[in-house]
């Protein structure tokens, strides 16, 4: 089962992304959690970090910790997660140095989720045992 934590600090956007990708990866196991910071997302992190999958979709502009500064901390506390970045700034430079952090892929809001639902399914697989 795959988690993934949805982080951004735009309060009313989170309940509606838990809902859409949600609908989108109906059929795939997974759940759902979000943060609306970079410190709330290191504290699930704690909690979840154990062996199952784990997924970050960060956006980039928030308030104390922005969502490059988030993924430099998840890079050494939580080397096994996996991440994204999303934003409202769909810039080449946001773009390129998203790629420079690892990142597995870059989406502009607004968010398209039948597509992060795809990239989701196409990274992490579903493995019978």
């Known amino acids: 089962m795959l988690k993934i934590i949805f982080v ?6 989170l309940p509606l992304v838990k809902l859409c990708l949600s609908s989108e990866l109906e059929d795939y196991p997974n759940t759902i959690y979000t943060a609306s910071s970079g410190e ?15 997924l970050v979709i960060t956006d980039i502009n928030m308030p104390h910790m922005n969502g490059f500064e ?4 998840i890079k050494t506390q939580f080397p096994m997660v996996k991440y ?5 700034y769909d810039t080449p430079e946001y773009e ?5 952090v690892g ?4 989406f502009s809001k607004p968010l398209e989720f039948r597509k992060l639902a ?12």
């Open 70 to 73: 988030l993924i430099e901390k």
């Open 84 to 88: 994204c970045v999303c934003t409202a």
């Open 103 to 106: 990142a597995m892929q870059f």
């Open 40 to 54: 709330g997302c290191l504290k699930l992190l704690g909690e979840l970090a154990q062996n199952q999958p784990l």
């Open 118 to 129: 795809s990239t989701i399914t196409n990274q992490f697989p579903v493995t019978t045992a």
């Open 8 to 13: 951004d600090d735009e309060l009313d956007l």
């Open 96 to 100: 390129k140095k998203a790629k420079d």
